[in-house]
């Protein structure tokens, strides 16, 4: 039941703009509520893949089944995780830590623009940014970093180092990230 609203949700806003030209962000106010419900209801798919398990900052957990379908992404700043979709089926979740306050990290729907195994940043000294997965223009990416379970970035998303790698070989340029609150 949860799979089949989030497909009739994502058409819907999918048939609401069909002018929207690919790889496209969308941070409008129906974006930003569909990225969040879609991180509420990935929250009861990681009971029903992982069961009750409770992770740490830097955790993670991925199941390597056989699932087709392209990959998502699904990040709930609230909880501070993310979520990895091959099709309808959650492969992996793990802890995040985004923007602290005052660099927020942006809401809505995002394509993967770039990807670079290591990136350094233009804007923060030089900064290593391991399995770099660029979502917009100004620098908003995943990527491989200090996890502490808590917002403490400039804006991007960091991953547990394991997770961002195995991440990276399952996306691909144009692959949806949904960011909720």
């Not at 106010?29 to 029903?48: L, N, S, V």
């Not at 056989?66 to 089926?89: C, F, H, N, P, W």
């Amino acid at each position: 039941m949860k799979k089949l609203a989030f497909v009739l949700a994502t058409g819907a806003l999918a048939l609401a703009m069909p002018a929207a030209p690919a790889l496209a962000t969308i941070e409008t106010p129906e974006a930003r509520a569909e990225a969040t419900d879609a991180a509420y209801m990935a929250r009861a798919d990681m009971y029903d893949a992982f069961g009750d398990k409770q992770l740490k900052p830097g955790q993670y957990l991925w199941r390597d089944v056989k699932a087709s379908g392209e990959a998502r992404v699904i990040v709930s700043l609230g909880d501070q995780m993310a979520y990895v979709y091959r099709g309808d089926t959650l492969v992996g979740v793990a802890t995040v830590s985004s923007g602290k306050e005052g660099k927020d990290t942006p809401t809505g729907i995002f394509p993967i623009l770039e990807k670079k195994r290591m990136h350094h940043s233009r804007k923060y000294d030089n900064a290593p940014m391991p399995f770099m997965q660029r979502l917009d223009k100004y620098g908003i990416a995943l990527h491989a970093g200090h996890n502490p379970g808590r917002p403490a970035s400039h804006g991007c998303i960091r991953l547990p180092s394991q997770f961002a790698a195995k991440l990276f070989k399952t996306t691909s340029i144009g692959s949806t990230v949904m960011i909720g609150a």
